[in-house]
């Protein structure tokens, strides 16, 4: 079966734009959440997200296009773009319809969906903004990046809750081993609105300041809720013979991915357990030199992922270096896009960011997590790990090559 390689990466996220500036902050740990100003949050003991401040969508997008696009549609086709330059490849009406774009898109189009319905109960249907309607459904970033970019082939917009931009990728690989595209543009793209905030704070599902700050602290124990963030991680994936073809430049192989749902028993971790050996069927002999966390400061969530790799690696989980980029970013449905890319540049640039924020260990989750400065090490195989607790598990697992 021909091998999956990535060929591009794009990024626009809280950190940085573009690859140098993302890996320069992945490198030092910086942080990317702040107090938030974009919108009120004066209902909510909550105040902080990963808001991206530095995005100019003028930079990727013609002026006169920019007024009909929503903010998650822009970042997509800003990641989209820089992702393709990255891989080297454009997009040519002889080659469109073996192009495609499949991504993971979880509460993009709220912001739209609110000032639309807003419009129709104070002003009636008479009064309602045209422009704003393509925007309230998830699959307008894919289907604006394809306009913009004249990709004519798969078009697809998966949402999977937590494990949204995981799902993207796995359904995009599905897509290369079936013939159905030469390439595809992958990963997931959010946006923090005001009504999704609203949202996560009704639940309770924010972090607060107890005293030691509103931090996104995964797997330390003062952790006490999420910290949301926004943006997108896109790849340009390929099938070996056609990477080849045309002389690109391959960072690595995807060799395995796998999702399963959540069981009625337990706690989720035998199932997240299923998932990781599903992914590493026929590569169980693979060095694990990475495990990119999942971990979002939620104290169900990071111990159910530390109790998952202990059952897996019962006797290696001691030996691999964990560590969660959401601390530094914030959560958000798809932020597997985003970290994908991040595991791209680790790998590239042999070291594993670090887990910021966290100063405070928590006995049930005792893993080898590296904590507040990188670790520079050689990484040849890296295990993605997703989790939406409530309902699935996602794994990807990344290797420079693989020989058996």
Not at 93 to 104: A, F, H, I, K, Y
Not at 145 to 165: K, Y
Not at 205 to 221: H, Q, V, W
Not at 286 to 304: C, E, F, P, Q, T
Request: glycine letters at 10%; aromatic letters at 8%; charged letters at 20%.
């Amino acid at each position: 079966m021909d091998r999956i390689c990535i060929t591009g990466i794009g990024i626009v996220s809280p950190i940085g734009i573009g690859k140098e500036e993302f890996l320069s902050s992945l490198k030092i740990g910086k942080s990317g959440i702040e107090d938030i100003k974009e919108f009120d949050t004066h209902f909510s003991p909550s105040k902080k997200g990963g808001m991206i401040r530095s995005f100019h969508p003028k930079d990727f997008i013609l002026p006169s296009k920019i007024r009909r696009l929503d903010r998650a549609s822009q970042f997509a086709i800003a990641a989209s773009k820089l992702a393709l330059v990255d891989a080297q490849f454009t997009v040519t009406q002889e080659n469109s319809s073996r192009v495609g774009v499949v991504l993971g898109s979880g509460f993009c189009g709220l912001s739209s969906s609110e000032e639309f319905h807003r419009g129709q109960v104070l002003g009636g249907f008479l009064d309602l903004n045209p422009m704003l309607f393509p925007n309230t459904v998830p699959n307008a970033p894919s289907s604006y990046v394809s306009i913009e970019l004249g990709i004519q082939g798969v078009n697809s917009t998966l949402v999977q809750s937590f494990c949204t931009g995981e799902a993207a990728i796995s359904f995009a690989c599905d897509q290369l081993r079936k013939g159905k595209a030469d390439l595809i543009l992958t990963g997931g793209v959010d946006e923090l609105s005001d009504f999704l905030f609203r949202g996560f704070s009704a639940l309770h599902l924010l972090a607060t300041d107890r005293g030691g700050g509103e931090n996104s602290c995964p797997y330390d124990s003062m952790r006490n809720g999420l910290v949301l963030g926004e943006g997108a991680g896109l790849l340009v994936i390929e099938n070996e013979e056609h990477a080849r073809s045309r002389g690109a430049r391959v960072y690595g192989y995807i060799l395995g991915y796998s999702s399963t749902g959540k069981s009625s028993k337990g706690d989720g971790s035998e199932d997240l357990n299923r998932c990781i050996k599903t992914a590493l069927k026929g590569k169980e002999s693979a060095s694990i030199d990475y495990l990119s966390g999942a971990g979002n400061s939620s104290k169900v969530l990071d111990a159910l992922e530390a109790e998952a790799v202990k059952k897996t690696f019962p006797t290696q989980y001691p030996q691999i270096p964990v560590s969660s980029i959401k601390s530094m970013t914030g959560e958000a449905v798809a932020s597997g896009g985003m970290r994908v890319v991040a595991e791209v540049l680790s790998m590239k640039n042999s070291f594993i960011p670090p887990t910021i924020n966290y100063l405070n260990p928590d006995p049930t989750c005792d893993l080898r997590y590296v904590v507040n400065q990188r670790l520079d090490r050689e990484i040849e195989t890296i295990l993605h790990l997703g989790i939406s607790p409530e309902n699935c598990f996602s794994s990807i697992l990344i290797g420079v090559e693989w020989n058996g």
